[in-house]
C-alpha cells in the first residue's frame, strides 16, 4: 500500500524537541488546512441567510455545528495517526472493489462539487474586488493548481504557513467588519441559547448544520497527520493524538469564529435595517457600504471571499489525490491528478455561466452543497467503524460513550443531509417540465444511494458476529495427517491459497515426508500495491494473509510437524519459483481448484506457467 501522500508522509520530524511548546508547535498545523473547508464559500449563503432573516438567534446552531465537527475530525485523526492509513485506504482494505469503486465514484463528484464551489466563490471574490467578469475569474482559478504544485514541492510547513497565513486574512477581515458593523454584543450572547423562531428558522438550521462537514475534510485529516514522524510507541501514539486534538480544538474554532462573524454581520447590517432576504453574496457586497458608511466593508468582505476560496481549493484538491490513491492504489503524477481535479469543477461552471449568465452561480452554489450531503454519509459512517474496531486501532479504538456520542451526530447529520435532498429532489420534480426523466434517473439513484448507506451501516456489525461465530482458518476445514514416513526427501515446500485445496495439499505432502521432514508453507500476496513493492507492503491484506499462515503454522506444529512460513508478493508464477529456488527444497507440493478451458482465462494457469522455472519436482494435487 502507498503510504498517504508519500512526498510529504513523515517529513516533519516531531522527537527531539526541548520545550512541551515546541513539541506541541510540531504538531500544530494540518487542522488549519481542515478549518478552512469550514469557512469556505459554500458556508457563507447559510451563514448570511441566517443573520439576514433570523437576526443573532442562530449563532447557536453554528456552536453545535462546530462541536460535531470536532468530534468527527478528531476521529478522523485517530484514525491516520494510529493505523497510518487515511479513509480511503481504510475503505479500500475493508469492502470488496465493487463498493470500493462507488465509494470511490461518489468521492469524487463530492470533491469535484466542492471544488465548483470554491472556484466560484473566488470568481465571485476576483469580480467583486477588481470588477473582471466571473467567466475570466472562473478561468483564473485554473492557476491556483500550480501554486498547490509549488507550495507542496516546498514541503507541507510552507502550504501550512500559507493556509494560516489565508485563514489570518479572513479572520482579519471580518475582526474589523465587526468593528464596522457594531453589534449588538448582549444579542449575541443570547443568540448561544438554543431556539428557532419559525418552521424557515429551522430550514436555515439545517442547512447551516449541512453544510459544515464537508466530507472531504474527513479523507484530508486522516492523511495530514501523518505528515509528523513521532515515536510509535504506545506513549509516542498517546501524546500525538493529544496534540492532534489541541491543534483541532484550536482551528475549528477559529472556523467557527469566520462563520459567527458572517453571520452576526449579516444581522448587525441587514436583518437590523429590516433587509431579510439578502442571501447572494454579491447582494451582500453590494449593501455594505451604504450600511456601514465605509468603502472598506465590501473591499475587506471580497479579499476575505478569495482568501476562503483559495485556502478551500487548495486543500479540495489535495484531497482529490489522496482519495484516488488510496480508493484505486493508483498514483498519477500530482499536477496532472490536480489539473483533471480542477477541470471537472471548471467545465460545468464555465459552461452554466455562459449558457444562464452570472446569476445562476447561487443555484450552482446551492446544488454542489446537495451533492456534498449525498456522499456525506459514506464518509461518516465508515469511519465511525474503523476507530470503534479494536484489531484495526490495535488498543486506541474510540471508547462506548464516544462511539454512541458519534453514532448520534451522524444520524443527525445524515438526516438532516437526506432531508435537504430530499426536499431538491421534490422541488426539482414540482418544477420540473419533464419529470419523467427525473423520476427515471435522479429518483432511482437516491434510492440506490440509500440502499447502499444502509449497507456500509449494518454489513461490519454482520460480519463481525459472523466472525465471532467461526473457526478463524479458512472454511473450518479440518486435515487428517497420514503418518506415513517413507519419502527420502526432507525438506518440503508446500504452495497454499486458504482454500479447500490447502487440505488436499498438505495432507499430500505429509504422506510424502512424514514427521521427519521439514515444511514451509509458502503464500503469494497478490494485491496490486504488492506487485509493485513487493515485501515493502503493508497493506490490510498481507496483514491477514501473514495471520492465517501463523495459524496453520501453529495448528500443524502442535500436530509434531516441523513447520516454517513464507510470504511472497506479486504473481504466484513468479514469486513461488523464486522462493523455492533459493530456498533449497526438495519437492514444491501444489493444490489446484480443477478448471480448465474458460475458467484457465479467468483465473489463470499457475501451474504451467511455474513449472518451466524450478529446478525440483512439483507434486500436483487436483482438489
Same mark, same amino acid.
Given at each position: 500500500?502507498?503510504?498517504?501522500?508519500?512526498?510529504?508522509?513523515?517529513?516533519?520530524?516531531?522527537?527531539?524537541?526541548?520545550?512541551?511548546?515546541?513539541?506541541?508547535?510540531?504538531?500544530?498545523?494540518?487542522?488549519?488546512?481542515?478549518?478552512?473547508?469550514?469557512?469556505?464559500?459554500?458556508?457563507?449563503?447559510?451563514?448570511?441567510?441566517?443573520?439576514?432573516?433570523?437576526?443573532?438567534?442562530?449563532?447557536?446552531?453554528?456552536?453545535?455545528?462546530?462541536?460535531?465537527?470536532?468530534?468527527?475530525?478528531?476521529?478522523?485523526?485517530?484514525?491516520?495517526?494510529?493505523?497510518?492509513?487515511?479513509?480511503?485506504?481504510?475503505?479500500?482494505?475493508?469492502?470488496?472493489? $465493487?463498493?470500493?469503486?462507488?465509494?470511490?465514484?461518489?468521492?469524487?463528484?463530492?470533491?469535484?462539487?466542492?471544488?465548483?464551489?470554491?472556484?466560484?466563490?473566488?470568481?465571485?471574490?476576483?469580480?467583486?474586488?477588481?470588477?473582471?467578469?466571473?467567466?475570466?475569474?472562473?478561468?483564473?482559478?485554473?492557476?491556483?493548481?500550480?501554486?498547490?504544485?509549488?507550495?507542496?514541492?516546498?514541503?507541507?510547513?510552507? =502550504?501550512?504557513?500559507?493556509?494560516?497565513?489565508?485563514?489570518?486574512?479572513?479572520?482579519?477581515?471580518?475582526?474589523?467588519? =465587526?468593528?464596522?458593523?457594531?453589534?449588538? =454584543?448582549?444579542?449575541?450572547?443570547?443568540?448561544?441559547?438554543?431556539?428557532?423562531?419559525?418552521?424557515?428558522?429551522?430550514?436555515?438550521?439545517?442547512?447551516?448544520?449541512?453544510?459544515?462537514?464537508?466530507?472531504?475534510?474527513?479523507?484530508?485529516?486522516?492523511?495530514?497527520?501523518?505528515?509528523?514522524? $513521532?515515536?510509535?510507541?504506545?506513549?509516542?501514539?498517546?501524546?500525538?493524538?493529544?496534540?492532534?486534538?489541541?491543534?483541532?480544538?484550536?482551528?475549528?474554532?477559529?472556523?467557527?469564529?469566520?462563520?459567527?462573524?458572517?453571520?452576526?454581520?449579516?444581522?448587525?447590517?441587514?436583518?437590523?435595517?429590516?433587509? $431579510?432576504?439578502? @442571501?447572494?453574496?454579491?447582494?451582500?457586497?453590494?449593501?455594505?457600504?451604504?450600511?456601514?458608511?465605509?468603502?472598506?466593508?465590501?473591499?475587506?468582505?471580497?479579499?476575505?471571499?478569495?482568501?476562503?476560496?483559495?485556502?478551500?481549493?487548495?486543500?479540495?484538491?489535495?484531497?482529490?489525490?489522496? /482519495?484516488?490513491?488510496?480508493?484505486?492504489?493508483?498514483?498519477?503524477?500530482?499536477?496532472?491528478?490536480?489539473?483533471?481535479?480542477?477541470?471537472?469543477?471548471?467545465?460545468? @461552471?464555465?459552461?452554466?455561466?455562459?449558457?444562464?449568465?452570472?446569476?445562476?452561480?447561487?443555484?450552482?452554489?446551492?446544488?454542489?452543497?446537495? /451533492?456534498?450531503?449525498?456522499?456525506?454519509?459514506?464518509?461518516?459512517?465508515?469511519?465511525?467503524?474503523?476507530?470503534?474496531?479494536?484489531?484495526?486501532?490495535?488498543? $486506541?479504538?474510540?471508547?462506548?460513550?464516544?462511539?454512541?456520542?458519534?453514532?448520534?451526530?451522524?444520524?443527525?447529520?445524515?438526516?438532516?443531509?437526506?432531508?435537504?435532498?430530499?426536499?431538491? /429532489?421534490?422541488?426539482?420534480?414540482?418544477?420540473?417540465?419533464?419529470?419523467?426523466?427525473?423520476?427515471? +434517473?435522479?429518483?432511482?439513484?437516491?434510492?440506490?444511494?440509500?440502499?447502499?448507506?444502509?449497507?456500509?451501516?449494518?454489513?461490519?456489525?454482520?460480519?463481525?458476529?459472523?466472525?465471532?461465530?467461526? &473457526?478463524?482458518?479458512?472454511?473450518?476445514?479440518?486435515?487428517?495427517?497420514?503418518?506415513?514416513? +517413507?519419502?527420502?526427501?526432507?525438506?518440503? @515446500?508446500?504452495?497454499?491459497?486458504?482454500?479447500?485445496?490447502?487440505?488436499? @495439499?498438505?495432507?499430500?505432502?505429509?504422506?510424502?515426508?512424514?514427521?521427519?521432514?521439514?515444511?514451509?508453507?509458502?503464500?503469494?500476496?497478490?494485491?496490486?500495491?504488492?506487485?509493485?513493492?513487493?515485501?515493502?507492503?503493508?497493506?490490510?491484506?498481507?496483514?491477514?494473509?501473514?495471520?492465517?499462515?501463523?495459524?496453520?503454522?501453529?495448528?500443524?506444529?502442535?500436530?509434531?510437524?516441523?513447520?516454517?512460513?513464507?510470504?511472497?508478493?506479486?504473481?504466484? &508464477?513468479?514469486?513461488?519459483?523464486?522462493?523455492?529456488?533459493?530456498?533449497?527444497?526438495?519437492?514444491?507440493?501444489?493444490?489446484?481448484?480443477?478448471?480448465?478451458?474458460?475458467?484457465?482465462?479467468?483465473?489463470?494457469?499457475?501451474?504451467?506457467?511455474?513449472?518451466?522455472? /524450478?529446478?525440483?519436482?512439483?507434486?500436483?494435487?487436483?482438489?
Amino acid at each position: 500500500m502507498n503510504r498517504s501522500l508519500d512526498e510529504v508522509n513523515q517529513s516533519i520530524a516531531t522527537e527531539g524537541k526541548k520545550t512541551g511548546f515546541r513539541k506541541i508547535l510540531a504538531f500544530l498545523g494540518p487542522a488549519y488546512l481542515i478549518s478552512v473547508g469550514y469557512m469556505d464559500p459554500g458556508n457563507w449563503a447559510t451563514d448570511l441567510a441566517g443573520g439576514s432573516q433570523f437576526g443573532y438567534t442562530l449563532i447557536w446552531v453554528l456552536l453545535m455545528s462546530n462541536l460535531m465537527a470536532l468530534l468527527l475530525q478528531s476521529l478522523s485523526a485517530r484514525l491516520g495517526i494510529v493505523t497510518q492509513r487515511d479513509l480511503a485506504q481504510a475503505s479500500r482494505e475493508t469492502y470488496s472493489p $465493487f463498493i470500493n469503486y462507488i465509494l470511490y465514484f461518489l468521492a469524487e463528484i463530492a470533491i469535484a462539487a466542492c471544488d465548483l464551489a470554491e472556484v466560484l466563490g473566488m470568481a465571485i471574490g476576483i469580480n467583486l474586488l477588481f470588477g473582471i467578469p466571473l467567466i475570466y475569474g472562473v478561468l483564473i482559478t485554473v492557476l491556483d493548481t500550480f501554486l498547490l504544485l509549488f507550495l507542496i514541492n516546498k514541503g507541507i510547513r510552507k =502550504m501550512e504557513a500559507f493556509i494560516i497565513a489565508l485563514v489570518a486574512i479572513i479572520g482579519l477581515s471580518f475582526f474589523f467588519e =465587526m468593528i464596522f458593523a457594531q453589534p449588538e =454584543m448582549g444579542k449575541v450572547i443570547s443568540g448561544l441559547i438554543p431556539s428557532l423562531p419559525n418552521k424557515e428558522a429551522l430550514y436555515i438550521a439545517i442547512g447551516i448544520i449541512g453544510a459544515t462537514v464537508m466530507p472531504h475534510n474527513l479523507y484530508l485529516h486522516s492523511s495530514l497527520v501523518q505528515t509528523r514522524k $513521532f515515536n510509535r510507541s504506545k506513549e509516542g501514539i498517546k501524546q500525538a493524538l493529544k496534540y492532534n486534538f489541541i491543534d483541532s480544538t484550536i482551528a475549528l474554532n477559529l472556523a467557527f469564529f469566520v462563520n459567527a462573524a458572517i453571520l452576526i454581520l449579516a444581522a448587525a447590517t441587514f436583518y437590523k435595517n429590516g433587509m $431579510f432576504e439578502v @442571501a447572494e453574496i454579491q447582494d451582500a457586497h453590494q449593501f455594505l457600504a451604504p450600511m456601514l458608511g465605509t468603502k472598506w466593508a465590501p473591499i475587506l468582505f471580497a479579499v476575505a471571499l478569495i482568501a476562503a476560496g483559495q485556502s478551500s481549493t487548495i486543500t479540495g484538491t489535495l484531497a482529490g489525490q489522496i /482519495i484516488m490513491e488510496g480508493y484505486l492504489n493508483l498514483r498519477i503524477q500530482p499536477w496532472v491528478r490536480r489539473i483533471i481535479t480542477r477541470l471537472i469543477a471548471i467545465v460545468p @461552471a464555465v459552461v452554466v455561466i455562459l449558457v444562464y449568465g452570472e446569476s445562476a452561480t447561487g443555484k450552482m452554489l446551492i446544488f454542489s452543497q446537495v /451533492i456534498l450531503s449525498l456522499q456525506l454519509g459514506f464518509a461518516i459512517i465508515p469511519l465511525i467503524h474503523f476507530v470503534s474496531d479494536k484489531t484495526k486501532m490495535k488498543g $486506541f479504538h474510540i471508547s462506548k460513550i464516544t462511539q454512541i456520542t458519534s453514532w448520534i451526530v451522524a444520524l443527525i447529520i445524515v438526516s438532516l443531509n437526506a432531508n435537504l435532498v430530499f426536499d431538491e /429532489i421534490r422541488s426539482w420534480l414540482e418544477t420540473s417540465s419533464n419529470p419523467v426523466i427525473l423520476w427515471l +434517473t435522479v429518483v432511482p439513484m437516491a434510492i440506490g444511494f440509500l440502499l447502499l448507506l444502509l449497507y456500509i451501516v449494518f454489513k461490519p456489525f454482520i460480519t463481525k458476529a459472523k466472525l465471532e461465530s467461526q &473457526n478463524h482458518l479458512p472454511h473450518n476445514f479440518e486435515l487428517n495427517f497420514s503418518q506415513s514416513e +517413507t519419502y527420502d526427501k526432507r525438506k518440503i @515446500a508446500i504452495a497454499v491459497d486458504f482454500s479447500n485445496a490447502d487440505e488436499k @495439499a498438505i495432507n499430500s505432502a505429509f504422506e510424502l515426508g512424514g514427521k521427519e521432514a521439514k515444511y514451509t508453507l509458502i503464500h503469494v500476496v497478490e494485491t496490486v500495491g504488492a506487485m509493485f513493492y513487493g515485501g515493502k507492503i503493508e497493506d490490510y491484506e498481507t496483514t491477514i494473509d501473514e495471520k492465517l499462515l501463523l495459524e496453520y503454522q501453529e495448528m500443524l506444529m502442535q500436530k509434531g510437524f516441523k513447520v516454517d512460513i513464507q510470504l511472497g508478493f506479486g504473481k504466484p &508464477n513468479k514469486a513461488i519459483p523464486k522462493i523455492v529456488n533459493e530456498g533449497g527444497f526438495d519437492i514444491l507440493v501444489m493444490g489446484t481448484h480443477g478448471h480448465t478451458g474458460v475458467k484457465d482465462i479467468l483465473f489463470g494457469t499457475t501451474v504451467d506457467k511455474l513449472r518451466h522455472k /524450478i529446478s525440483i519436482p512439483l507434486f500436483i494435487v487436483k482438489n
